[in-house]
């Protein structure tokens, strides 16, 4: 069986992953891919994606809406993709009334991507009105690293980590990045978002992170406006 190679190259654009033997197949057709900036965001809740219900031939067909879905949103769901999420939306909503001073938004992210694919995430969510703690923002000169990354834990809603080459390589090393996601894994409210890399490679590296939920930046779109209180 060919294995993928973002593990040690990383796919960091799409003709790279149409170069891998393992992925050649899966990311040919989305070879126009460019970043977070190609994608229109509607809503707050990612279309997610989860090891063992993904959306590929021979897989469940996407023909259903939640409940949460906007009333002009285009993204359908897979049955498998819908139980995934609801559970984290009923609790994001019901922290969202009881603690409306939350942040929507943990991001945890490598260090080698706070200034780029992580800030670009960023910069993305908040201009759809998604509150984001993120450490590039959030910790001060001066300030203790890990109390700091603890205060915004426990002071956001939900996590999201940035799955990366970058990260990839970092998790083994048990740095900031491995602690942060450690506290997240003990949490129910973790979405990863796989970008330029692959599940496959994630499971090698963290196999509770990658049975996770989540969504993939090469196929998948994403939905950013805040989860509504009323709702």
């Known amino acids: 069986m060919a294995r993928c190679t973002a593990p040690v190259n990383g796919h960091r654009s799409a003709s790279a992953a149409a170069n891998c033997p393992a992925c050649a197949g899966r990311y040919g057709r989305n070879s126009g891919y460019s970043g977070f900036s190609s994608y229109s965001p509607s809503s707050y809740s990612p279309s997610l994606r989860s090891g063992d219900a ?21 993204v359908w769901y ?3 993709q819908i139980r995934a999420l609801t559970p984290v ?12 001073n ?9 260090w080698d991507d706070r200034q780029g694919a992580a800030k670009e995430l960023h910069d993305l969510l908040e201009s759809r009105g998604v509150s984001v703690w993120f450490s590039e923002k959030d910790v001060g000169l001066g ?12 002071n ?36 990863p978002i796989v970008h330029e890399t692959t599940y496959e490679a994630l499971r ?22 805040r989860p509504s209180s009323q709702s």
């Not at 939306?89 to 409306?100: F, G, H, M, S, T």
């Not at 939350?102 to 490598?110: E, G, K, N, Q, S």
């Not at 990366?164 to 942060?180: C, F, Q, S, Y």
Request: aromatic content about 2%.
């Open 156 to 191: 956001s809603r939900v996590g999201i980590v940035l799955v990366t080459p970058a990260l990839l390589r970092r998790l083994p090393k048990e740095g900031i990045a491995d602690k942060e996601l450690s506290a997240l894994l003990a949490r129910e409210r973790l979405v």
């Open 143 to 154: 300030v203790p690293l890990l109390r700091a990354i603890d205060k915004g834990l426990a």
């Open 89 to 100: 939306r009923d609790i994001v909503e019901d922290l969202a009334k009881k603690q409306p």
């Open 78 to 80: 897979t049955p498998q």
């Open 54 to 74: 993904r959306s590929s031939s021979g897989g469940s067909s996407r023909s259903s809406k939640p409940r949460w879905s906007g009333a002009g949103s285009s």
């Open 102 to 110: 939350l942040r929507d938004v943990f991001l945890c992210h490598a």
């Open 204 to 225: 090698e590296v963290s196999p509770l992170l990658g049975s996770r939920s989540g969504l993939d930046t090469a196929e998948e779109q994403w939905q950013t406006s």
